[in-house]
């Protein structure tokens, strides 16, 4: 919700996805949205994905290399090392993501005729972490935050409080190292 609060244009963009795809939102103050009808959000899924890409839940993901092994950039590990792969420092890789890679832009996951998700590896995406190690709960937590994040969109339109340190910690996730105070009022059903 803070991304949110701070890129108004995603939030509107958003916003017209949802009130488009799903009008039930807008009939009904109870409705939460089916697991097809969310799957079919593809600016949904790319927002939440920048998030992922800018605040991983894990900032770390630690490796143990069993044998001598040489990277394609020529990079020697040697066996036995322990490698640390930080999600939070590849997610601001220019060389990866381009000149913006510090920026919050979800339409960088969409392609630019079509609108659609472009198809990721998770060597590319390691928000969940990748290859054989890849998280085995990833979809059920994407398809969660669909349901919440498309729910509180529509319902809610949340401001935050001003004056707060809104800076994130690190340990074995990222968080945020205070509360983060919202104002929180109701969406009326003509969306305004």
Known sequence: MHELHHHPRVLEKLRQELTTKLPKFGDS????????????LPYLEATIREVLRLVPPVPTIPYHCYRDTVFPDGTFIP???????????TARL??????????FVPERFLDANSGELLKMSTTEFVAFSAGSRVCVGRNLAMLELKLVVSCLVSYFRLEEVSGQDVTYGSGV???????????VEKVSSSGC
């Open 29 to 40: 103050e109870s409705y939460v949205p089916s697991l097809d009808e969310v799957q079919d």
């Open 94 to 103: 220019g060389s990866v993501w381009g000149p913006d890679a510090s920026s």
């Open 79 to 89: 066996a036995e090392s322990a490698v640390l792969l930080s999600t939070y420092s």
């Open 173 to 183: 996730t990222i968080r945020m190292k205070n509360p983060l105070m919202m104002k």
